[in-house]
């Protein structure tokens, strides 16, 4: 088996996981806010988490480790231009994301807590909404810049 396309599928895959994961569990949380349904929040936001810890951190393990083995084995140079932004934006997205991961877990308890005793949204949940989603775009817009970046290796 080659291991130069055994690893390509890997970073591929873990990236379609990474990025799907990200934006699918972000619309179906963001949405589900907008209901103001405090069950339908505390169930969406448990999944998120859930789903964020199964899927998405795997893959921001898996990604550098393929990419560099990839690299390694091509010949690719760390100096080249197209690589060192597609290494600023994967470090942004992922700066981005380890607070999102801790506003997850946040929002996901304060849900829960509404949830079981009946009670409303706390402000707290709200604002912990309002950075999970600003924090949201840059990480998603530098995906995308990833994805760019990596298919047209611009010079």
Same mark, same amino acid.
């Given at each position: 088996?080659?291991?130069? +396309?055994?690893?390509?599928?890997?970073?591929?895959?873990?990236? $379609?996981? #990474? $990025?799907?994961?990200?934006?699918?569990?972000?619309?179906?949380?963001?949405?589900?806010?907008?209901?103001?349904?405090? %069950?339908?929040?505390?169930?969406?936001?448990?999944?998120?988490?859930?789903? *964020? #810890?199964?899927?998405?951190?795997?893959? @921001?393990?898996?990604?550098?480790?393929?990419?560099?083995? &990839? &690299?390694? +084995?091509?010949?690719?140079?760390?100096? %080249?231009?197209?690589?060192?932004?597609?290494?600023?934006?994967?470090?942004?997205?992922?700066?981005?994301?380890?607070? $999102?991961?801790?506003? %997850?877990?946040?929002?996901? *308890?304060?849900?829960?807590?509404?949830?079981?005793? *009946? *009670?409303?949204?706390?402000? %707290?949940?709200?604002?912990?909404?309002?950075?999970?989603?600003? #924090?949201?775009?840059?990480?998603?817009?530098?995906?995308?810049?990833?994805?760019? #970046?990596?298919?047209?290796?611009? @010079?």
């Amino acid at each position: 088996m080659n291991t130069y +396309l055994l690893l390509k599928w890997l970073h591929i895959l873990s990236s $379609v996981l #990474l $990025v799907g994961t990200g934006f699918g569990t972000a619309f179906y949380l963001y949405f589900t806010n907008r209901t103001r349904n405090i %069950q339908a929040i505390a169930e969406v936001a448990r999944l998120v988490v859930k789903a *964020d #810890l199964w899927f998405t951190t795997p893959a @921001v393990i898996i990604q550098p480790i393929t990419g560099y083995w &990839m &690299m390694t +084995l091509t010949g690719y140079s760390f100096s %080249q231009n197209w690589l060192m932004w597609t290494l600023a934006c994967y470090v942004l997205a992922r700066i981005c994301w380890l607070p $999102v991961l801790w506003l %997850q877990l946040k929002m996901r *308890d304060i849900a829960v807590i509404a949830a079981n005793t *009946d *009670d409303s949204l706390s402000r %707290q949940y709200w604002d912990y909404a309002k950075y999970w989603e600003w #924090l949201g775009y840059p990480a998603f817009i530098a995906m995308l810049c990833v994805y760019w #970046l990596m298919v047209f290796k611009p @010079v």
